[in-house]
C-alpha cells in the first residue's frame, strides 16, 4: 500500500493516535456465545458513564437493501467501528463504502438475495443510495471521534470490543434491529442531560454552529 | 481492497458515479434540515481513496486562473466538493496569499450560469447539439479534408501559456496558419517594451523588498499590475521600518493610489513630462550626479524646469518638489510606469521618460535586476496585449478569415465600439468559441463548445511576470467535474490536432496523459530528488508547481530621449476618460462573480453597478450631486452612469471603471428590469494607438460631460466618508513609526 | 449571582471576570491588525464570504442596507489627527482603510440586551452567536457602536446560491435564515477545529487558575485545550496578501498577538491607554465606550 502524498489534512489531521485499529476485535464467525446474549435484552452497562434518558419512536426508513444489524453486529460479533470506521477519526461515523461489503461478500453468503442485490449495485459501479435514519439540525456541531474518545478509548475500563454499547448510547439497541431505526430523541434536552450527567461541555458554542 | 490500485484520477471518476450523493456523505450537507427520518439521502461511496475521510477537509494544490499572475492555491475539498481556497506557501509568486479574485474563482467554477452542453447556431439561434455532432462538425469545417489552411484561420484567446500555448501553436501549425491573436486589456505591452529598449531585457523583476522610495506613474502593482499579490507581499517587507515611501502619479486614484504617501494628481498624458520635471529638480536643486547619462538625456531634462512642468502636468511645483526631495532622501528607489502613463499616442515615450529616472537614480542592478530566462521557451507565457486586437479586427474588416477559435478571451466585450467588431465578425462564416460562460463573444460563435472550469481540469501555467526562480505551475481537478457534458481544454486541443496530425497525437489517450508523458521527459535538474517518474509526477501535484532553473539575463543600460509632444487641449471634448481597472472587476471577466459584485470597490465603495469618478471642482461646474447620473460622450459613444465625486482624481479626468455593462453573461449583470448592470467604458475609446508598439491608448480618450437629470442614492457601502472627528483609522508619522519600530530617521 | 452582586459588581461582570462568577476561560482569542501594512484590497472581506457561507444580497437590498460582510474594509479620507488642512484640493495622502469586523468586546454592549441570551460570552473569549436562540429583536445590533452585527432580512438561502453555487457551502457551519443576527466569529468552525484536533491529541493544560494579560487576572479553566499559535489561522489572516492581521490566544503570553499587544503597550480592561512610550502605535476602536475590544489596530503611517 502506497502512501498518498498529494494532499494534507485540515490542521494536519490524522486519526485517533491513542489506540489504534489493531486493538479493535474483529470477530467473524458466530459463537455460541453471541446466540446467549441475544435472548437477553439487558442494557450493558458502559463503565464510567452515566447513560443519555430518553426515548423517541423514530418511523421505519426503508432503505434500498435491508441491512440486517444484527446479524453483523450481535450473531458475527462484527465491531461497529469496522464498518463505521470513520467514527473514531471525524465528525461522522460514515456509511461504509461499498467496497468494504464487497470485501466479505464477494465470497460469503453470496447467494443470498440481498448479497444479491449488493453485487448488482456493485457491478453497476453505484453504492446504494441509502436513506439517512439519524440526523441533528444543520445548526448542531456534533463529533463522533470526540465522543468516542471520551467513552471508549480514554476509558480503559471499557474493553474497545464493546464500543456498540457505547454506541446504543445514542443510536439504541441498533444490534438488535435489522435496517436501523431511531428509538432516542437526539434533540438538545437529550444531549444536554447527559453531558450534565457526564460533565460534558456545557457552553453553547460547543455543540452549535 | 481495489481502492490500492486506483489512482486519484480514477478516483475521481469513481466518486463521480455517485453524483451529487457523494456530497451528502458526510451527514452535514447544509440545508434547512427537517428531523424527519428518511428524508435525507446519505450516500456512500463505491471506492474511496485512502485518504478521503467524510468530515475532513483533504487539501490539492492547484495553479490560480483568474488573472494572468499564475499564484498557487491549495483547495480544500470535503466530500467531493472544493470549498476554500488558500494560498499555497510552496509558490515563490504569492507564497500563501491570494486575492480577492483568487478567493472568488470558487464562484466562477459554481457559477449557475456555466455552459453545460455543446451549442450550435441553426436558423440563427444557438441551440444545444451532442459532442458528436460537435466534432464531425468541426472535422467537416478543419479537418483534414476541409481545405482551411494558413491565412483563413486564427485563434483568439486571452494570454496562454504552459501546455494550452504548446498545443495552440501546433494546431496553428498544422493548419499552416500564423494568425494567434492574444488579447488581454490589462496589459504590460508597452513598459515591456520599454524596458526591452532601455534595459536590455523585457522582463526585469522589480524588487519593491529592496527599496526605500517607489514612484510609480499609474502602476497599480497592488491591484492589476503584473503580479499584484507577489508585490503585495514583497509591499509588506517595503514598508517596516526602515519604512519605505510610496509617490504614486495618476490621474484617478488606484488601489495603489489610494496607499501613497504622496499622491500626484497628473493630468492623463503628461506623465512623461512629470517625470522629466522630477529628474530636472533633482539634477539642478538636489544635485544628484547626472554625469552618466548621455548629454542628449541631460539636455533634455534641463528643458523641463518645474514651474513648466506643473502647468502642463496639473501638479503643483510643491509637491513635484517634495515628490523629488522624497527620492532624493530614500534610496535606493524604484521607478515604475503602467497603463495610465503608457496608454497615450506617446506612451512609449512618457515611460521612456520614467525609465530615465531609474537611471539617473542608480536604480538598475539595484531595485531593478534582471529575470532568468525560462528554460522550456515553449511553454512560456504567451502574454496577451491590445495591439492583436486591432490586428485581429483589421483582419476581420478585410475579410481575412473564414475560421475563428476563441478561447479565454472576450473581444466583444473589450473592443471600443469604432472597431465594429460585432459587424465585422458577423461575417466571418465559422466561429467558434471554447467557453464556460454565454459571454458577449460567446453569443456571436456558430458552435460553443462548453469547457470545464479551472478547478476541474488538467493544465500548466507559466505566469509571463516571474517574480523569482521561473516556475511552471500545475493545475489539477479539485473535484469531479460538475456536468460530465463539459470538456477540458486540453482534451479538447487535443482532439483538434488528432483530426490534423493523428499519428503524433492520437497515441495520447487525454490531456493527462500528455502532460504526465511531458513530466516523465523532464530532465533530472528539475526533478529536486525524485527517484521515478511516478514520484516526481506525485511530488509535483502535491506542490502544485515545478520550480525550473533558469539563467540570469544581464540587464545593458542604454538611456535615450523621449520625444513628448506639447499638451493640447480639446475644446469640444475637454476631459480626459480614465478606464480605470480594478482588482475584482478585472477587465469585466469576473463580472458574473457575485461575491466580486457584493464586495464593495476598494475606492469608491460602490456595488454592483458603474459609477463616474469626478473632482468636486468639475462635478460643482456642471451642478452634479453624488448619485446623479452623468453622461459622459466621446466622438465614439456615450454611457451614462452615477456620479462619485471626491478629491483622488485629477480636475481634467472623468474616471469610469471596467468590467460593467455587459449584454451577456449571465444573471449577475441583469438589473431587474432586464437592463444591463452598469457601463463599459471601453466602448467609447476613441481608435488611438501608441505611435510605437502599436498598442489601444486605452488613457487617450477625450469626452465631455453632461447631467441628465436623473438621480438615485448611489448605492454603496458606509455613508461616512470621513471618521467624525473619531479615532478610527488613526495615522502617525513615519518618522515616528521608524523611531518606535527599530528603524533608522534617515537612510541615506 | 444575587441583585446586590450585580449591581454592585457591574462594571466586572460585563468584563467577564466577577467574582464567583461563570466565566473561566479555556482561551481568549483576539487580533491585531497592521494598518500600515493594509492596503484595502478586499481579500479578507471576500475570503470571508467563502468561509462563512455569506449571503449575497444583492443591489436593490444592499441599497436598504441589508449586505452582509463580516470583514468589511472601511474607506475614510480624512486624517483627523494628522490635521484637517492636508487634504486640500487633493488626496494627496491616498485613502485611510481600516478592515473591521466584530471587535469581539470583553464587555460587549450587545450581550446584556439580548432578550433570549443568543449573544454571550463564550469561555473562549468569544463574543458567540447562537442563531437557533436569536429572536431576531436586533437590540444587539442597536447597541452595537461598531456596526458589525449583520441581520438576516430575507430567507438568502432561497436566492443567493442558486444551483450550483450551494454545493460551495461551508458544511462546517450553518446558513443563517430569515430573522436571525450574525456576525464574525473570529472563524469559530476553525478554532473548535483546532481545539478539538488538540484535545484528540491529548494536548490540554491540566490545572487552572489564574492567568493576567496585563495587569487583569482572568481565571481559567482546568483541562483547556493546548492550540499552538498559528495551528490554524482564520480566513481573514491567512489569505491577507500583506500579512496585516494576527490572530492569536491572549492567555498565552507567546502568541503573536500577545507580543504584539505587549510591545504596543495596548492592555485589556482600559477605557484610555495610559502607555509609557505614547508613541507606539497600538488603539482600540472606541474603547473610551468601555467595551474593552479585543481588536486592536496599529495606527496608518505616512511620511509627512
Known amino acids: 500500500m502506497s502512501v498518498n502524498h498529494q494532499c494534507s489534512y485540515d490542521s494536519g489531521r490524522r486519526g485517533n493516535a491513542r489506540r489504534g485499529l489493531g486493538s479493535l476485535g474483529i470477530v467473524l464467525g458466530v459463537t455460541a456465545f453471541a446466540a446467549l446474549l441475544l435472548s437477553f435484552t439487558v442494557v450493558a452497562e458502559v463503565p464510567g458513564a452515566i447513560p443519555p434518558q430518553g426515548a423517541h419512536d423514530g418511523k421505519d426508513v426503508a432503505q434500498p437493501i435491508e441491512f440486517p444489524h444484527n446479524i453483523h453486529a450481535d450473531v458475527n460479533k462484527i465491531n461497529c467501528m469496522y464498518c463505521h470506521t470513520y467514527a473514531r477519526r471525524s465528525k461522522v461515523a460514515g456509511i461504509p463504502p461499498t467496497s468494504k461489503c464487497m470485501g466479505c461478500h464477494s465470497v460469503i453468503a453470496t447467494d443470498k438475495p440481498r448479497i444479491k442485490k449488493l453485487t448488482e449495485y456493485w457491478e453497476n459501479r453505484e453504492p446504494p443510495p441509502w436513506n439517512k435514519v439519524h440526523d441533528v439540525p444543520d445548526y448542531v456541531h456534533f463529533t463522533h471521534e470526540k465522543h468516542l474518545k471520551r467513552f471508549v478509548f480514554d476509558n480503559d475500563a471499557l474493553p474497545t470490543e464493546n464500543v456498540s454499547e457505547v454506541c446504543a448510547f445514542c443510536h439504541g439497541e441498533v444490534k438488535t434491529m435489522t435496517v436501523a431505526h431511531k428509538t432516542k430523541p437526539l434533540n438538545m434536552g437529550f444531549c444536554k442531560r447527559c453531558h450534565e450527567a457526564n460533565h460534558g461541555p456545557f457552553d453553547c458554542w460547543q455543540c452549535h454552529k | 481492497m481495489s481502492a490500492n490500485k486506483v489512482n486519484r484520477r480514477e478516483f475521481m471518476k469513481i466518486v463521480g458515479l455517485s453524483g451529487a450523493g457523494a456530497a451528502l456523505a458526510g451527514c452535514d450537507m447544509p440545508t434547512t434540515v427537517t428531523l424527519e427520518e428518511g428524508k435525507e439521502r446519505v450516500v456512500s461511496y463505491l471506492v474511496p481513496e485512502e485518504y478521503v475521510i467524510p468530515g475532513i477537509g483533504v487539501w490539492f494544490a492547484s495553479t490560480c486562473q483568474a488573472c494572468p499572475a499564475g499564484c498557487g492555491f491549495h483547495g480544500r475539498v470535503r466530500e467531493g466538493r472544493v470549498l476554500k481556497l488558500e494560498g499555497n506557501p510552496d509558490s515563490p509568486i504569492n507564497y500563501s496569499k491570494l486575492c480577492q479574485m483568487g478567493q472568488a474563482s470558487l464562484q466562477t467554477h459554481y457559477n449557475p450560469d456555466r455552459l453545460t452542453q455543446p451549442l450550435l447556431r441553426q436558423n440563427g439561434e444557438l441551440s444545444p447539439v451532442s459532442w458528436d455532432e460537435a466534432f464531425k462538425l468541426l472535422e467537416k469545417k478543419i479537418g483534414a479534408g476541409s481545405g482551411v489552411s494558413g491565412d483563413k484561420f486564427a485563434w483568439v484567446t486571452g494570454t496562454v501559456s504552459g501546455h494550452q500555448a504548446v498545443l495552440i501553436k501546433a494546431h496553428l501549425e498544422a493548419l499552416n496558419s500564423g494568425n494567434h491573436f492574444v488579447h488581454e486589456v490589462i496589459n504590460t505591452a508597452v513598459g515591456q517594451a520599454v524596458s526591452r529598449d532601455m534595459l536590455g531585457d523585457a522582463r526585469p523583476r522589480y524588487r519593491l523588498d529592496r527599496a526605500q522610495a517607489v514612484l510609480s506613474f499609474g502602476a497599480d502593482f497592488l491591484g492589476t499590475w503584473n503580479s499584484p499579490v507577489h508585490f503585495a507581499t514583497q509591499y509588506a517587507k517595503f514598508r517596516a521600518a526602515p519604512r519605505g515611501v510610496l509617490i504614486q502619479a495618476e490621474p484617478a486614484m488606484s488601489l495603489t493610489g489610494a496607499n501613497a504617501d504622496l499622491w500626484l494628481p497628473v493630468r492623463p498624458g503628461t506623465e512623461g513630462v512629470l517625470a522629466l520635471g522630477i529628474a530636472n529638480s533633482l539634477i539642478f536643486k538636489h544635485h544628484v550626479d547626472a554625469s552618466h547619462l548621455p548629454l542628449t538625456v541631460r539636455n533634455l531634462i534641463a528643458n523641463y524646469p518645474f514651474i513648466e512642468v506643473a502647468k502642463v502636468t496639473g501638479v503643483s511645483g510643491d509637491l513635484i518638489e517634495r515628490a523629488a526631495a522624497m527620492l532624493k532622501k530614500h534610496s535606493p528607489s524604484l521607478v515604475i510606469s503602467g497603463p495610465s502613463a503608457e496608454g497615450h499616442v506617446h506612451g512609449y515615450e512618457s515611460a521612456t521618460a520614467v525609465m530615465l529616472l531609474n537611471i539617473l537614480l542608480g536604480n538598475v542592478g539595484q531595485t531593478i535586476e534582471p529575470g532568468h530566462s525560462f528554460p522550456l521557451p515553449q511553454l512560456a507565457a504567451r502574454e496577451g496585449n491590445t495591439a492583436d486586437l486591432l490586428s485581429f479586427a483589421e483582419g476581420l474588416k478585410n475579410k481575412r478569415f473564414d475560421t475563428v477559435f476563441f478561447y479565454g478571451t472576450n473581444p466583444v466585450y473589450t473592443a471600443p465600439a469604432s472597431l465594429s467588431l460585432e459587424e465585422h465578425l458577423a461575417k466571418v462564416p465559422f466561429k467558434v468559441a471554447f467557453s464556460m460562460f454565454r459571454d458577449e463573444t460567446t453569443a456571436l460563435a456558430d458552435l460553443v463548445l462548453p469547457i470545464r472550469s479551472a478547478l476541474e481540469d488538467w493544465g500548466t501555467h507559466a505566469a509571463g511576470y516571474q517574480p523569482g526562480e521561473p516556475v511552471l505551475g500545475f493545475q489539477q481537478p479539485l473535484m469531479e467535474p460538475l456536468y460530465q457534458t463539459t470538456r477540458g481544454m486540453g482534451d479538447l486541443l487535443l482532439a483538434l490536432l488528432t483530426m490534423q496530425r493523428a499519428s503524433d497525437y492520437a497515441p495520447f489517450a487525454d490531456y493527462y496523459a500528455y502532460l504526465n508523458n511531458f513530466a516523465a521527459g523532464l530532465p533530472a535538474g528539475v526533478r529536486h530528488g525524485a527517484a521515478n517518474d511516478k514520484e516526481f509526477w506525485q511530488a509535483t501535484l502535491q506542490t502544485g508547481l515545478i520550480k525550473l532553473v533558469g539563467e540570469a539575463r544581464t540587464l545593458s543600460v542604454s538611456a535615450s530621449t523621449a520625444d513628448l509632444p506639447a499638451y493640447k487641449v480639446d475644446s469640444e471634448y475637454q476631459y480626459h476618460l480614465v478606464p480605470a481597472a480594478r482588482l475584482g472587476m478585472w477587465d469585466g471577466r469576473h463580472a458574473n462573480i457575485p461575491w466580486l459584485q457584493e464586495a464593495p470597490d476598494q475606492i469608491t465603495k460602490t456595488v454592483w453597478d458603474s459609477w463616474v469618478e469626478m473632482h468636486p471642482a468639475t462635478a460643482a461646474k456642471f451642478d452634479v450631486k453624488v448619485g446623479d447620473y452623468v453622461r459622459v460622450s466621446s466622438a465614439q459613444g456615450s454611457i451614462e452612469a452615477q456620479a462619485f465625486i471626491y478629491k483622488g482624481i485629477q480636475k481634467d479626468a472623468i474616471a469610469v471603471p471596467m468590467g460593467r455593462g455587459h449584454t451577456e453573461y449571465g444573471r449577475y449583470n441583469v438589473d431587474p428590469t432586464g437592463k444591463p448592470r452598469g457601463v463599459n467604458p471601453l466602448k467609447i475609446l476613441s481608435p488611438v494607438t501608441d505611435s510605437k508598439t502599436g498598442e489601444l491608448a486605452l488613457f487617450a480618450t477625450r469626452v465631455r460631460i453632461e447631467k441628465t437629470g436623473r438621480t438615485h442614492e448611489l448605492v454603496k457601502m458606509g455613508s461616512n466618508d470621513t471618521q467624525l472627528g473619531r479615532k478610527l483609522a488613526a495615522t502617525i508619522t513615519s518618522d515616528q513609526f521608524n523611531r518606535t519600530e527599530g528603524g533608522k530617521t534617515d537612510v541615506a | ?304
Open chain 3, 1 to 304: 449571582m444575587s441583585l446586590r452582586n450585580l449591581l454592585e459588581n457591574w462594571g466586572d461582570y460585563r468584563k467577564g471576570r466577577e467574582q464567583g462568577g461563570h466565566h473561566k476561560y479555556e482561551h481568549m482569542w483576539g487580533m491585531a491588525i497592521d494598518l500600515n501594512l493594509c492596503i484595502g484590497c478586499n481579500a479578507c472581506s471576500v475570503a470571508c464570504y467563502a468561509e462563512n457561507n455569506l449571503a449575497v444580497v444583492g443591489k436593490e437590498k444592499f441599497e436598504k442596507g441589508h449586505a452582509l460582510h463580516w470583514m468589511r474594509v472601511e474607506r475614510y479620507w480624512d486624517e483627523p489627527n494628522l490635521g484637517e488642512a492636508r487634504v486640500s484640493e487633493y488626496q494627496v495622502h491616498g485613502a485611510s482603510f481600516v478592515p473591521t469586523n466584530c471587535q469581539n468586546c470583553n464587555a460587549a454592549t450587545c450581550e446584556p440586551v439580548c432578550p433570549v441570551a443568543a449573544t454571550y460570552h463564550t469561555p473562549d473569549g468569544l463574543n458567540a452567536q447562537v442563531y437557533n436562540r436569536c429572536i431576531g429583536s436586533r437590540y444587539c445590533s442597536n447597541n452595537c457602536p461598531y456596526r458589525l452585527r449583520y441581520f438576516n432580512f430575507w430567507s438568502y438561502y432561497e436566492s443567493s446560491w442558486p444551483a450550483p453555487l450551494h454545493m460551495q457551502l461551508n458544511p462546517d457551519l450553518t446558513v443563517r435564515d430569515k430573522g436571525v443576527m450574525e456576525k464574525c466569529t473570529f472563524c469559530v468552525q476553525r478554532i473548535r477545529a483546532a481545539k478539538d484536533k488538540a484535545k484528540m491529541e491529548n494536548r490540554v493544560v491540566a490545572e487552572g487558575g489564574v492567568v493576567n494579560v496585563g495587569d487583569q487576572p482572568f481565571k481559567v479553566a482546568p483541562g483547556r485545550a493546548k492550540v499552538q499559535d498559528m495551528e490554524f489561522q482564520t480566513a481573514c489572516q491567512q489569505t491577507c496578501p500583506t500579512s496585516a492581521i494576527s490572530f492569536g490566544d491572549m492567555l498565552n503570553p507567546d502568541s503573536q498577538v500577545s507580543k504584539l499587544w505587549r510591545s504596543h503597550q495596548v492592555e485589556l480592561g482600559k477605557t484610555s491607554q495610559k502607555k509609557p512610550n505614547p508613541e507606539l502605535r497600538g488603539y482600540r476602536l472606541l474603547e473610551e465606550l468601555n467595551t474593552d475590544p479585543r481588536v486592536m489596530f496599529l495606527e496608518r503611517v505616512r511620511e509627512v
